[in-house]
């Protein structure tokens, strides 16, 4: 299967967007039921949490070969899926046998695979990554990156990181008002670390002094 998009940004003013899933096969078809849940990230870690403000239609539905389902995505409560921002849509796969099943026996359902992507409400426009509100620092040991989100309303996705020309992959999401710490190893003493931040938008810089 493919989807439409790898996440969803839905702008100021727009309560409802919505995804494609294509069947590639030409035999086989899938089902598959969706949900969203409140995505959080708590410690560093994510977290999703139940939640009904953001409807889906359908919920469940069979994708024949060759075909295709459009998947809507509406918020509720507006101005609640503003003050959230982030949420992930589940979709998980079943086959059309369970799919008829399911009324006789929940318990029986197969799962096979499960995606999930990302759904964000903005309250303004779009920033570029140098325009989002971040702070850098470095633990005692020079070993731990901590990097903190302070906008209210801007997430941005980390690619990689170059510290004086020393580069780390990291793949993240970084919600705001979060802080995520990222393991970098030794960085070799200089006096002056320059961090470069590889987004999905822009390359976010800082130059940090060694005290």
């Known amino acids: 299967v493919d989807i439409s998009k790898t996440r969803v940004e839905i702008p100021k003013g727009k309560k409802s967007d919505f995804i494609t899933l ?6 086989e078809e899938f089902g598959f039921t969706v949900e969203v849940a409140k995505w959080i990230q708590r410690n560093g870690r994510d977290e999703l949490i139940t939640d009904n403000n953001v409807l889906i ?48 026996d929940n318990n029986k359902l197969k799962v096979n695979i499960t995606m999930t992507l990302p759904i964000f409400f903005f309250s303004e426009k779009f920033k570029e990554a140098n325009d989002v509100n971040v702070d850098i620092h470095f633990d005692e040991n020079k070993q731990n990156l901590f990097i903190e989100n302070k906008d209210i309303n801007q997430y941005f996705f980390i690619n990689n990181i ?10 993240w999401y970084v919600l705001p008002g979060t802080t995520v710490s990222k393991k970098v190893g030794k960085v070799p003493n200089a006096k002056l670390y320059n961090i470069e931040i590889k987004t999905d938008r822009e390359t976010i810089t800082k130059q940090i002094l060694n005290k």
Do not use: C, G
């Not at 992930?88 to 009324?103: G, H, P, V, W, Y």
């Not at 510290?163 to 793949?171: A, C, L, Q, T």
């Open 57 to 104: 239609a359908p919920k469940t539905f069979v994708v024949e070969p060759q075909k295709y389902k459009n998947i809507r995505i509406m918020a509720q409560d507006y101005d609640k899926a503003l003050k959230d921002f982030s949420y992930r849509l589940i979709l998980t796969q079943i086959s059309r046998k369970k799919i008829n099943q399911e009324a006789v």
């Open 22 to 27: 294509y069947n590639k096969s030409s035999t």
């Open 162 to 171: 170059n510290i004086n020309e020393k580069e780390f992959v990291h793949n």
